[in-house]
């Protein structure tokens, strides 16, 4: 059967599928008080974990519609065993243009060479601290050295470009942007400061703790001057700035400036669980279909009849709560309990 969509596939606010991400467990070996808060979890059944040649061909579906761009996350990604070995069966789509990881770190110094000896083409580090002492406080683990050593080695192995994300944290870290950008420049890398959201998993969630984008901004044209906005025709999530002196950083405004309208990102669980928005409460069950011997047309149905049904734009709607005066916590963790996808996570970030 040949489905009478191809690359294109709009939803209903004309937004196309192009950017999937992939989680491949929902383990971690941080417990962050923004995202894990709790020390033991509900986890996702390891017979529900999807397999790399699972993985793959779902992904390969998802480039028949659309897809070229896929972030491998998690959890952490790197406690997947023999991750490299999945980086490289999707780097043979020949439709994945831009294949990409977001990590922690603490394993990369042992994986950056074999991740790009994979395919691999880009690799993201979240890093909150440049402070031992507040690292510890921050994951509740002490792996700050391993993280630098990380970020060492995908310098020596070659990747061409490496971004820093952070979570910025009114009382936590907010005080380390001025450090966190002569950081990244130092190394040749490029920090993008998120703000805090109140997603699945930020149990301890509040509005006053959010550094909105004005205030960022706002602090670093107090040390460094004017800051020029870099303008690009893109759907990435970070708005970019220049400083006088030429170094780069990002924004991720998604808290107090949604950009649910180009959004073009869905999100696979471990499980083969497909959601189409950070904040959707329900996702599209793929990994049963899959075991169940469904034919690769029947998969592509699927997945095009969610997509073409999307009016998803969870982080506007949270933003509205604001007006009434209700946004907090997005799911309890009674709730987390009960469904794990539910959690940043397990669906990734
Ligand atoms: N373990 C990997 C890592 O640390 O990058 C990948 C998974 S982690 C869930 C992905 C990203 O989500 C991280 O950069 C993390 O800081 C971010 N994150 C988690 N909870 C968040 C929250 N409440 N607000 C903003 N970003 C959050």
């Given at each position: 059967m040949t489905l009478p969509i191809g690359p294109g596939l709009l939803d209903t606010l004309g937004r196309p599928l192009r950017n999937l991400r992939v989680s491949v467990t929902d383990r971690c070996n941080l417990r962050c008080q923004y995202c894990m808060p709790e020390e033991e979890y509900a986890w996702l059944r390891r017979a529900d974990v999807l397999t790399f040649e699972e993985i793959q061909r779902l992904v390969e579906v998802f480039t028949e519609l659309g897809v070229d761009k896929v972030r491998l996350t998690g959890g952490e990604p790197l406690l997947r065993r023999d991750v490299p070995d999945l980086v490289r069966m999707l780097a043979t789509l020949p439709a994945v243009r831009d294949l990409a990881m977001t990590t922690n770190g603490v394993l990369l110094g042992d994986q950056a060479v074999a991740l790009k000896a994979a395919g691999l083409h880009r690799v993201t580090v979240s890093l909150d601290t440049l402070r031992p002492e507040r690292f510890r406080a921050l994951t509740r683990r002490?792996?700050?050295?391993?993280?630098?050593?990380?970020?060492?080695?995908?310098?020596?192995?070659?990747?061409?470009?490496?971004?820093?994300?952070?979570?910025?944290?009114?009382?936590?870290?907010?005080?380390?942007?001025?450090?966190?950008?002569e950081f990244a420049h130092s190394i040749d890398a490029e920090v993008r400061f998120i703000e805090y959201m109140d997603v699945g998993g930020a149990t301890h969630w509040s509005r006053e703790q959010v550094v909105s984008r004005a205030e960022i901004l706002e602090r670093l044209a107090a040390r460094y001057g004017p800051i020029e906005p870099i303008r690009e025709e893109?759907?990435?999530?970070?708005?970019?700035?220049?400083?006088?002196?030429?170094t780069t950083f990002g924004v991720i405004a998604s808290t107090t400036t949604p950009f649910c309208r180009t959004c073009d990102r869905s999100r696979l669980t471990a499980d083969g669980t497909?959601?189409?928005c950070l904040y959707a409460q329900k996702g599209v069950d793929l990994r049963t279909p899959l075991r169940d011997g469904a034919s690769r047309d029947e998969l592509k149905a699927l997945i095009?009849?969610?997509?073409?049904?999307?009016?998803?734009?969870?982080?506007?709607?949270?933003?509205?709560?604001?007006?009434?005066?209700?946004?907090?916590?997005?799911?309890?963790?009674?709730?987390?309990?009960?469904?794990?996808?539910?959690?940043?996570?397990?669906?990734?970030?």
């Open positions: 002490d792996s700050y050295a391993a993280v630098l050593r990380g970020i060492e080695a995908v310098r020596a192995a070659g990747f061409p470009s490496l971004k820093l994300d952070t979570v910025v944290i009114r009382g936590v870290n907010d005080d380390e942007l001025v450090d966190l950008v893109t759907s990435a999530p970070a708005e970019r700035f220049r400083l006088r002196d030429g497909w959601y189409l095009a009849s969610g997509w073409t049904r999307r009016r998803d734009r969870g982080a506007e709607e949270r933003k509205e709560l604001e007006v009434i005066g209700v946004r907090g916590v997005l799911v309890q963790i009674e709730g987390l309990r009960q469904d794990p996808r539910l959690e940043m996570h397990t669906r990734g970030g």
